[in-house]
């Protein structure tokens, strides 16, 4: 019987996929100059995990390349090499062809050829450059130290009796090994039992194996890398013996059952909905603690045991138990609570993997822009909703391209500041929320440029006199860009109300704080999920509205002599020394039967980014938590309406965008 190891194969990609990160990692942390050997050696185990891996999996196209990039990098830890930026600069090339290569064979599309060879290509010249030939065409080999055998060697390869369990195939082993030169197999069936005792997914069989052939030992014991727990193995130097030319057969030509069941997947996998379908699968799927998991299903278990409470309460209910039933309810809702928690938490995860691109990006643009750069991240392991996570990349990686590219000055502009430029990336919770702080230690906002082109775009008006926070507001407006020439980096204009829009939609705000000379700080402030809200519950008429808690700051009852109407801002109560604006809901949404007497009513007082202003309600009727349901998805979008949710009355209620409420207030003043 035999194994179908294409089981494995998702697990392959994800795995793959995460020694790509780690290479890439590694190559941009490797100083030009001395090699250092531990950062080499975990680039190059990685390297050599997708290279076995793919070699177990058929794909030998990943297989051939990151031969190639094993072999620089075996030259680099053995000193034969040195570690230069351009080998590290071709090997960084070489992490995202590899990566692109992987995600064709995982879609089944087709390969760039032409980049792949134009890669080996270069590292084989720098191969070459140490007298260390590779071939580059084909079955992509490279000769590696200590010299070579001249005679070849004798391997002799005992697998265990588990080898096959874990997905490992010894006639791909050997195919491998054919591929270093003139192979000859000998089976040694000593180890086999009777029929009836035969376990089929045992390795009974061992083998003699005589390679002729230039091979290094290295080069050899590296094919059994991913074998050597799971066997006895033993490579000698071939003593020169005549062998019965009919008792020998070269791995190549055997044919094993493994690989018609990879060739049958092979065909399954060129099915385009097949392939549609499990790209989806994936990219939904996410990996959970252990821990967590047991905390879940330790909470189910409570769960029960409160289930069957009320189920022997309700078989035999009296009057007289009825404080029995309010404990049982009071144990389901904190039951119910517990578990929400806990399932959110399987939900969370942590912000490096947003934050794991920038370096690389850092690196490439700096270098492309001539500037020197330390990219500085902290609060990595911050963890937050999935689907915020998903988002929020896009943002993100615009703003620290602004601080690339319009942020950080030249080295010959940098005046008295050091010559590397400093760009921050943190990552903290506070409040109930993630905050993203993205920083820089440029040239900062420049506030004249940014005052003149509001005025040429008719956004301020002459003569008046406008804050720090409202002439950086005019940044986030379309178009507007105070850039002095256009790059393929940033600077035409649009980006940053696209930003600011991405982020809002996930219930976040943005700030801006900047120095002329000093540089800027932007602050995103998200919440944690999106699928649960804290909110409190408002009466506006004969409909009910829930205002998020963290948007609150208090709630006040008003005295009709300390609100004024102010020409052009609407509205306004005189509140703690400041003129705070008033938004009607029930003028709003058009409620009807609402109390429009502002002494008899209530203001929540509710802020969002940076700003406060004062929501006219009937009442407060309760705080709870609320599953968002998506309104643009079910009707259309709604200015001021961030989703909606069914109340426990059967009813729906709107869940209000402080954000959009803010800006309907400033667009009708």
């Known amino acids: ?45 990685a390297a050599h995990s997708i290279k076995g891996g793919s070699g177990t999996f058929g794909f030998k196209e990943v297989t051939d390349f990151t031969h190639v990039m094993e072999t620089l990098l075996d030259k680099m830890r053995e000193g034969q090499l040195a570690v230069t930026g351009e080998a590290v600069n071709n090997l960084l090339e070489s992490v995202d062809c590899l990566r692109e290569m992987l995600m064709a064979v995982r879609q089944n599309t087709d390969v760039d050829n032409d980049r792949v060879k134009d890669l080996q290509g270069r590292l084989a010249q720098l191969l070459e450059r140490k007298g260390a030939p590779v071939k580059v065409a084909g079955d992509s080999r490279a000769t590696v130290s200590p010299p070579p055998n001249a005679g070849g060697w004798l391997i002799g390869f005992r697998p265990h009796l588990d080898l096959m369990h874990s997905g490992n195939d010894p006639v791909r082993i050997f195919r491998e090994l054919a591929t270093l030169g003139d192979l000859m197999v000998r089976p040694d069936f000593s180890r086999l039992p009777r029929l009836a005792e035969l376990q089929p997914e045992d390795c009974y069989l061992a083998w003699e194996l005589e390679l002729r052939g230039a091979a290094t030992q290295e080069a050899v014991a590296e094919v059994f890398a991913w074998v050597e727990d799971d066997s006895d193995l033993s490579i000698d130097p071939l003593v020169e013996t005549v062998i019965p030319a009919a008792t020998s057969q070269t791995a190549a030509e055997e044919p094993g059952q493994g690989e018609l069941l990879l060739e049958r997947r092979g065909g399954d996998r060129r099915r385009g909905d097949r392939r549609g379908a499990a790209a989806a699968a994936d990219s939904a799927s996410i990996r959970v603690g252990i821990d967590k998991v047991d905390a879940v299903i330790n909470l189910v278990g409570e769960l029960v045991t409160t289930q069957s409470m009320l189920s022997a309460l ?21 039951n119910t609570r517990d578990l929400q928690e806990h399932v959110m938490r399987i939900r969370m995860l942590p912000i490096s993997s947003v934050f794991s691109r920038f370096p690389r990006m850092v690196h490439d643009i700096s270098e492309k822009l001539g500037k020197q750069i330390d990219l500085r991240i902290s609060g990595e392991q911050t963890e937050i909703d999935k689907t915020v996570i998903e988002k929020i990349g896009d943002p993100l990686v615009h703003l620290v391209r602004n601080s690339l590219d ?4 030249p080295p010959a502009d940098r005046g008295n500041k050091p010559i590397t430029g400093v760009i921050t990336l943190n990552a903290y919770h506070k409040s109930g929320s993630i905050f993203i702080e993205v920083g820089d230690d440029g040239r900062g906002l420049d506030r004249e440029a940014l005052r003149r082109k509001g005025l040429d775009a008719g956004l301020l008006r002459p003569g008046e006199e406008y804050s720090d926070d409202q002439i950086h507001e005019l940044i986030f407006h379309p178009g507007l860009s105070t850039a002095k020439q256009i790059s393929d980096v ?7 109300d696209v930003v600011r829009r991405n982020i809002q939609d996930v219930g976040g705000s943005i700030q801006i704080a900047s120095q002329s000379g000093l540089g800027s700080k932007i602050t995103i402030c998200l919440p944690l999920t999106l699928a649960i809200l804290d909110g409190q519950l408002v009466s506006v008429g004969h409909d009910c509205y829930i205002i998020p808690l963290l948007s609150i700051v208090e709630s006040v009852q008003i005295r009709s002599e300390a609100v004024n109407r102010v020409a052009g801002k609407g509205e306004v109560l005189r509140f703690r020394g400041q003129h705070l604006p008033i938004l009607r809901l029930y003028e709003l949404f058009g409620a009807e039967e609402a109390v429009n007497n502002l002494e008899k009513g209530l203001l929540v007082v509710v802020e969002a980014d940076g700003r406060q202003v004062g929501l006219f309600v009937d009442d407060l009727q309760g705080q709870q938590q609320i599953s968002i349901k998506s309104l643009e998805k079910n009707f259309r979008r709604v200015s001021g309406v961030a989703g909606a949710t069914i109340l426990g009355d059967g009813r729906v209620g709107l869940i209000l965008d402080i954000s959009g409420l803010i800006r309907v207030n400033n667009a009708a003043a």
């Not at 009296?318 to 904190?334: F, N």
């Not at 940033?490 to 940053?496: C, K, P």
Request: proline residues 3%; negative net charge; without cysteine.
């Open 406 to 409: 319009h942020g950080i000055e």
């Open 1 to 45: 019987m035999a194994i179908d190891i294409g089981q494995f194969v998702q697990t392959f990609f994800e795995e793959s996929l995460e020694g790509l990160d780690i290479m890439e990692a590694g190559l941009l942390a490797l100083p030009p100059g001395a090699a250092d050997l531990e950062q080499i050696n975990t680039i190059f185990r």
């Open 490 to 496: 940033s600077g035409r204009g649009v980006g940053m």
């Open 314 to 334: 309700g078989t035999d209910f009296a009057m007289d138990r009825i404080d029995k039933l309010h404990e049982a309810l009071d144990q389901l809702d904190r």
